[in-house]
Nanobody, 117 residues
Framework: QVQLVESGGGLVQPGGSLRLSCAAS????????RGWYRQTPGKERELVARISRGGTTYYADSVKGRFTISSDNAKNTWFLQMNSLKPEDTAVYYC???????????WGQGIQVTVSS
C-alpha cells in the first residue's frame, strides 16, 4: 500500500515562498509521474505541476515561472518550491503519484497553503 504525506504548508505573506514536500512509503512500482494538485472550496482539483518518469516537467500557466517541481527518486520524495506567492495560490495542496501500467493515482491527505497579509 502506497502512502503519501505532505509537509511544509502554512501561512505566508504575498510575495513570500514556501516549499512543500511529499514523502512516499510503500512499494513504488513503475512510477509514471509525480505531481502536485490544489483545490479550493467549490472548485475542482487542478493540476499545478508534474514531473514525468523521464523528468519532463509540466506547469499550469498560473504558476509558470514561480513554482518549481523537483524529485529525489532515491528517497521517494518530491517537492514544490513556490515563490512569489499570490493570494490566489491559497488552496489545499495534494501530492500525487501515478503507478503501474494502469496509471493508478495515489494521493496525500492534503496540506493547507494560505497566502495573506
Amino acid at each position: 500500500q502506497v502512502q503519501l504525506v505532505e509537509s511544509g504548508g502554512g501561512l505566508v505573506q504575498p510575495g513570500g515562498s514556501l516549499r512543500l514536500s511529499c514523502a512516499a512509503s510503500g512499494t513504488m512500482f513503475r512510477v509514471n509521474g509525480r505531481g502536485w494538485y490544489r483545490q479550493t472550496p467549490g472548485k475542482e482539483r487542478e493540476l499545478v505541476a508534474r514531473i514525468s518518469r523521464g523528468g519532463t516537467t509540466y506547469y499550469a500557466d498560473s504558476v509558470k515561472g514561480r513554482f518549481t517541481i523537483s524529485s529525489d527518486n532515491a528517497k521517494n520524495t518530491w517537492f514544490l518550491q513556490m515563490n512569489s506567492l499570490k493570494p490566489e495560490d491559497t488552496a489545499v495542496y495534494y501530492c500525487n503519484v501515478q503507478l503501474g501500467v494502469g496509471y493508478t493515482d495515489y494521493w496525500g491527505q492534503g496540506i493547507q497553503v494560505t497566502v495573506s497579509s
